[in-house]
């Protein structure tokens, strides 16, 4: 079995015995997983618990003249039609706005829509049935009568004064706008010896989620109590939401995670239907399940990255970049999404293009507008794929303009490793990174001489193979900054509740959440290192707000670096805990105590003076034995947020080895390369897993995944057989190596590693076909997804 | 809706089942509502993405693809029957160390289908290629690892299978 390790051994001083901080110890979970007795909330089923399906709007833009629910009601059965309209008085509606991101402006939307569809696939009528086929069945007999209106569908002319305004109660189609401008630009791009001036196309695409979308909402009238079995990544920010919308407190409502069959970025939205169906549980005083199927998932899943940038870069001829320019239009669907907003895609674009490079000058706008498609919203990596793509894109034209070599360029104009703290031209704080580290422990990996080498030599024989880089930066560790300070209740802060149980053994329940990244491992790692037990001898327990300490869950790279800290402090503060008990036992002072292996000892000479089980037993069942005044404690909980660094960022640098056949204009992936630096690496298994998921995400943005609408706002391609995502035989084996910038804001040093993968492939493999084509003279391609026949048309065969 | 269900009679993971069922039920939703045996996924429902992969009378299919009364008489194997037996528990063992499952959705499937290629490479006494590890499994989508460290895992058990043979 090959398991690559190349992390260098860090953390000193976090090297106790029993120390798990990075090691690659397999996850504690994957046993029932493996074995098909996990439990996804597809698979849960409760007493009386009814089914519920939704009639979808077929028109992207239609006002809902009448709904016959006659014929649905007295089909098999059915146990309730319900309209939005009778729904609406059940729960209140939401807008997605946030006050940091200045201007952005959204109308309020109903968890069924009322009166009015705004896309393609908007629930305008829920059917409860006994089966979820019955429940089917019962849509197909409602009858609903539209009245079809003129739909925006491309955002270049969503701002015309033309087109008709979506929202009523909004004056026009602008949902957010952000311009910055920062050093003497227009000077800068005027004293450059070259510009680049180029537009980029990103094709919309979505995060399909192997397991769909899936909620079980139980209201029990006699407890007046709603339990949620939700497939979220953020419970307690759901358990916020369903209270507030219902009009409950927060203890009348549990949110339940079991396990997620992918999340994404998917997973962590208010969704119409899934908020139908929890206030459906209200209203019908019974369980009831949703779980999407693919066709809705494709039309109500968040769909992202659907931007069109104008953009600028100008170099000098020793390679110097002068400036970047970007324009960025991006149509976000007919609602920002709740709570996170649709605007933050765009901000993480104006915020990350050109990050990894010291160029003062740059000038940004972006504008946000709204279109009758499914609304776009958060998926992995928001924002950077574009941003990089975008930079690194600009870069290499620009290498390739000037007859420099991509690497020294970037060699030339990459922050330098001993210029931090520093921030980029658009503010970004920059704590610690390492991009010249990095790129030359790519050069050297991927042996970038030797594949030049090998390119040039099979160029004589009409093979085409590209080489292409991407460095990136990634925001991760995300501070109140991110969200807390817009208004939005989505807690930056986490906790880590430890519990020495009455046989010695260790229960950790977090706020953090499991998606299949391994936080789960992390947190028990984490707290075994810092208390001194086995691996074996730690449970861990998450997604349960009522279980867990109050938490964000898992997104935008926090579970390790947030919900890991806070674990450490409480197996830290666990350990004084214990070893306060031991010295009242022993007569002994704690500080010359210490636990190894689950066993209290002398820390000088590691002799072996009381086993867990036994202070457990003394604690639990003979504290009568305890000297006066000693109480056991033995429960601790800990928090921690970020306060030094709005944003922990991490950088890193990808590479692609990929060859066109001209002939066809189908890309071969040969090879990809990714140097990441994350700071402490607590399992370095798990980062290089988090990396080859996302750079294959990300791929699969730069080749296979676009949604396609027609002029009329429909989805053309809502099946996994019309719209491609990659699968194992188009994939390349990819190569994972580490640098190691620990931030100082946390004493474990360890910074998120989910999204670098994605943010920084789509550009590697834009980059790599265009450096495969450029000897042919092909147009340079810039319009994801690159499939064969833009491929074609770019080399004049079509 | 009698005159639309049918009676059918299979054995699963070695147990003999009887059982009504509406003549328009997959066999996949008829193993997981009916014989609530929830370790078969239901993904794309079009036969793409192998989630809801199962053995019937040996072979290899998409659950989603086959009606639960086209295997009246038939014998079938789930996931929960493959890890009983202890069929693939080397195979099941690689995937928990090598970390080629995340959210774990699509294992069952891909589990199913890697035997599938294991087996017949053990009869033809050959270890397949990387090459032919990423054809075999490309039915089966994982969105979560990318694949290399399933190839990785299906790669180690095929070499430690074919090492032991000899």
Not at chain 1, 446 to 457: I, K, P, T
Not at chain 2, 108 to 123: H, N
Request: glycine fraction near 10%; include cysteine; aromatic fraction near 6%.
């Amino acid at each position: 079995m090959k398991i690559v390790d190349d992390s260098p051994p860090v953390l000193t001083a976090l090297d106790r015995p029993n120390s798990y901080i990075g090691r690659s110890v397999p996850r504690p979970n994957l046993q029932r997983l493996t074995q098909g007795r996990g439990q996804y909330i597809s698979d849960v089923t409760l007493p009386r618990m009814a089914h519920v399906a939704f009639v979808r709007s077929p028109h992207a833009h239609a006002r809902i003249v009448s709904i016959s629910a006659e014929a649905a009601n007295k089909a098999p059965g059915v146990i309730a039609v319900v309209t939005g309209a009778e729904l609406a008085k059940v729960m209140t509606p939401w807008v997605g706005v946030l006050t940091h991101l200045k201007g952005l402006k959204s109308a309020p939307q109903a968890p069924i829509a009322v009166e009015r569809a705004c896309w393609q696939g908007e629930a305008v009528c829920a059917v409860v049935a006994r089966t979820r086929a019955e429940a089917e069945d019962g849509c197909e007999l409602v009858e609903v009568n539209y009245q079809p209106l003129p739909a925006v569908v491309d955002p270049e002319t969503a701002l015309d004064p033309k087109t008709p305004v979506i929202h009523p109660s909004i004056a026009d189609n602008l949902c957010f706008e952000r311009k910055l401008e920062v050093g003497a630009v227009d000077q800068a791009f005027a004293e450059s010896d070259a510009v680049v001036e180029t537009t980029f196309m990103f094709g919309r695409h979505t995060g399909v989620t192997n397991e769909p979308r899936a909620v079980v909402a139980d209201w029990n009238q006699g407890e007046q109590r709603m339990t949620v079995y939700h497939g979220t990544q953020a419970p307690h920010m759901m358990q916020d939401l369903f209270a507030k919308h219902l009009g409950l407190a927060h203890h009348q409502v549990r949110v339940l995670t079991k396990d997620v069959g992918g999340s994404f970025g998917i997973k962590v939205h208010t969704y119409a239907d899934e908020m139908a169906t929890v206030a459906l549980s209200k209203l019908l005083k019974r369980p009831v399940k949703f779980v999407a199927d693919r066709l809705e998932s494709f039309v109500t899943d968040i769909h992202a990255r659907d931007h069109r940038i104008k953009a600028k870069i100008g170099v000098k001829k020793d390679g110097t970049i002068t400036a970047f320019e970007i324009d960025d239009l991006t149509g976000i669907g007919p609602y920002s999404v709740y709570p996170r907003t649709s605007g933050i895609e765009a901000n993480q674009v104006v915020n990350l293009t050109g990050g990894p490079y010291k160029c003062p000058n740059y000038r940004a706008q972006a504008r946000v507008v709204f279109t009758n498609k499914n609304v776009m919203c958060q998926y992995r990596a928001v924002g950077h794929p574009i941003a990089v793509a975008v930079t690194e894109g600009l870069v290499e034209q620009a290498a390739a303009k000037i007859g420099m070599d991509p690497l020294e360029l970037r060699r030339r104009n990459l922050i330098a490793d001993d210029a931090y703290p520093t921030q980029s031209a658009s503010g970004l704080k920059f704590e610690l990174l390492s991009h010249h580290e990095a790129l030359a422990h790519l050069d050297a990996m991927m042996n970038y001489a030797g594949l030049r080498a090998e390119q040039s030599r099979l160029r004589e024989k009409g093979i085409y193979r590209g080489i292409g880089f991407a460095s990136f930066i990634e925001v991760t560790n995300p501070s109140a900054a991110f969200y807390g300070v817009g208004g939005a209740r989505i807690t930056s802060q986490d906790g880590a509740t430890v519990k020495l149980d009455a046989q010695g053994n260790i229960s950790i329940a977090s706020g953090v959440t499991e998606q299949g990244q391994g936080a789960e491992a992390v947190m028990a790692q984490c707290v075994a290192s810092a208390f001194g037990v086995p691996l074996d001898k730690v449970r861990v327990i998450t997604g349960d707000t009522d279980n867990t300490p109050y938490g964000g869950g898992t997104w935008a790279s926090r579970a390790a670096g947030i919900g890991g800290e806070a674990a450490w402090q409480a197996g830290k503060a666990l350990r004084q805990n214990v070893l306060a008990v031991a010295g009242a036992m022993l007569q002994a002072k704690p500080e010359d105590l210490d636990i190894r292996n689950s066993v209290v000892v002398d820390s000088a000479t590691g002799n072996e003076r009381l086993p867990l089980e036994e202070l457990a037993r003394v604690a639990y069942f003979r504290p009568d034995t305890l000297p006066a005044g000693i109480q056991a404690e033995l429960m601790v909980t800990r928090h921690y947020v970020p306060r030094a660094w709005p944003f922990a960022f991490t950088n890193g640098i990808q590479a692609s080895y990929l060859e066109v056949d001209t002939d066809t204009g189908f890309v071969k992936l040969l090879k990809h390369w990714c140097v990441e630096d994350c700071g402490t690496i607590i399992n370095p298994q798990l980062v290089d897993e988090q990396i080859r998921g996302g750079v294959v995400q990300g791929i699969g943005a730069a080749l296979f995944e676009h949604c396609l609408y027609d002029e009329r706002g429909q989805l053309r391609n809502g099946t996994m057989a019309d719209y491609l995502v990659p699968m194992a035989v188009e994939m390349p084996d990819i190569e994972c190596g580490h640098v190691v910038s620990p931030t100082a804001d946390s004493e474990l040093g360890a910074k998120g590693a989910g999204e670098a993968g994605t943010a920084g492939a789509p550009a590697c493999v834009m980059n790599a076909i265009n450096d495969a084509l450029r000897p042919l003279g092909a147009a340079t391609l810039t319009d994801m997804p690159f499939t064969p026949d833009k491929i074609l048309r770019a080399l004049g065969k079509v | 809706m009698s005159d639309r269900s049918l009676d059918i009679s299979l054995t699963v993971n070695g147990e003999r089942v009887s059982e009504r069922v509406d003549a328009r039920k997959t066999l996949v939703d008829f193993l997981r509502d009916d014989l609530l045996l929830t370790g078969s996924h239901v993904g794309c429902e079009h036969g793409v993405c192998g989630a809801c992969t199962v053995r019937v009378n040996g072979e290899v299919v998409r659950g989603c693809l086959m009606l639960a009364v086209q295997c009246d008489g038939a014998t079938v194997e789930t996931i929960e029957g493959l890890s009983d037996s202890g069929e693939v528990a080397d195979l099941q063992k690689a995937f928990e160390e090598r970390n080629a499952l995340q959210c774990g959705y699509c294992t069952p499937g891909m589990l199913a289908t890697a035997q599938e290629l294991l087996k017949g490479a053990q009869d033809k006494k050959q270890v397949p290629s990387r090459d032919e590890i990423r054809e075999h499994i490309s039915g089966n989508y994982c969105r979560c690892t990318g694949y290399h460290a399933i190839v990785d895992a299906v790669e180690a058990v095929a070499k430690a299978r074919a090492g032991g043979k000899a």
